[in-house]
């Protein structure tokens, strides 16, 4: 009984200090720690198996081996527990060797070619969550490859978002001036991808301020996502919004609660939506 119970204070304290910045800071250091050790392991092999495969074929059994100690402090499942390890493996690999051919596969390329048709002003949303950065840099290529520029909104800049990425990508990062940055992207051409959701201390949460951006600078709004399949490939996938075009501040409330749902649906979390007033 004693024992039960030390366990259950145990696991709460864990879970809050991993909500806090420490608790961020020490995931974000094991993910690299590990990101650098997997590139090391794969990049010496000499299998005739693609880095990408390699990784996979080490993180399969690594993931179902640690998952009951990630759900100590992560009610996620272990397919995210896989998408992370895959997510923080390749992105290393992929900052070491920018020319490494990333295996992925699209889902709904109708959707996007369809919305730029539409409208040439065209803004991506994703959420903090799957395979974390590496998302970023695999967008970048999909759109690279199918002749498109891109503006990233990120909130902190730091040159590692450039290492690996092709193509046209322009980087701008969060604060006053946003607004004015992603209608001078939108206004050149470029696809503007940004993360609207924000990991708290008090949790994960939506802001609509992206939303409103969208509404006031007339651009049509598309969610995508990533996972892995049985293979070990990335799948992104591209979502239409019900109201993927925004004429009303309410109708900014409405897509940003949309995409509220998009990221619980993928993470299995609860999130909250901060609605701004409609001046702001």
């Not at 959707?111 to 994703?126: G, P, Q, V, Y």
């Not at 940055?181 to 470029?190: I, Q």
């Not at 990221?263 to 299995?268: D, H, L, Q, W």
Request: proline share 2%.
């Amino acid at each position: 009984m004693k024992y039960r119970q030390l366990s259950k204070t145990l696991t709460k304290f864990v879970k809050a200090v991993s909500r806090t910045a420490i608790g961020s800071a020490v995931r974000t250091a094991a993910k690299r720690l590990f990101g650098s050790t997997a590139a090391q392991i794969i990049t010496m092999g000499n299998s005739g198996a693609s880095p990408q495969l390699r990784l996979w074929r080490i993180i399969s059994p690594l993931s179902r081996l640690i998952s009951p100690l990630y759900k100590v402090y992560n009610d996620s499942s272990s397919s995210s527990l896989r998408s992370s390890l895959m997510g923080s493996g390749l992105d290393v690999i992929k900052a070491r060797c920018p020319e490494l051919q990333l295996e992925y596969i699209a889902e709904g390329e109708d959707i996007l070619a369809k919305s730029r048709a539409e409208n040439d002003r065209l803004i991506l949303c994703t959420g903090h969550f799957g395979l974390g950065l590496l998302i970023f840099r695999v967008i970048a290529d999909y759109l690279d490859e199918r002749g498109y520029r891109v503006c990233f909104i990120v909130k902190v800049f730091d040159e590692i978002w450039r290492v690996g990425m092709r193509g046209s990508v322009t980087l701008s990062t969060v604060g006053a001036n946003t607004f004015i940055k992603a209608r001078s992207a939108l206004e050149t051409g470029s696809i503007v991808c940004v993360a609207p959701d924000h990991l708290t201390e008090e949790g994960h949460e939506v802001s609509t301020n992206v939303f409103k951006f969208a509404w006031r600078l007339r651009a049509s709004v598309l969610f995508f996502g990533s996972r892995l399949d049985r293979d070990g490939r990335i799948v992104i996938d591209f979502v239409r919004p019900l109201h993927h075009t925004i004429k009303t501040h309410n109708e900014a409330v409405l897509c940003a609660d949309e995409f509220r749902q998009f990221v619980a649906k993928r993470t299995g979390r609860a999130l909250k939506l901060r609605v701004r007033p409609e001046g702001l």
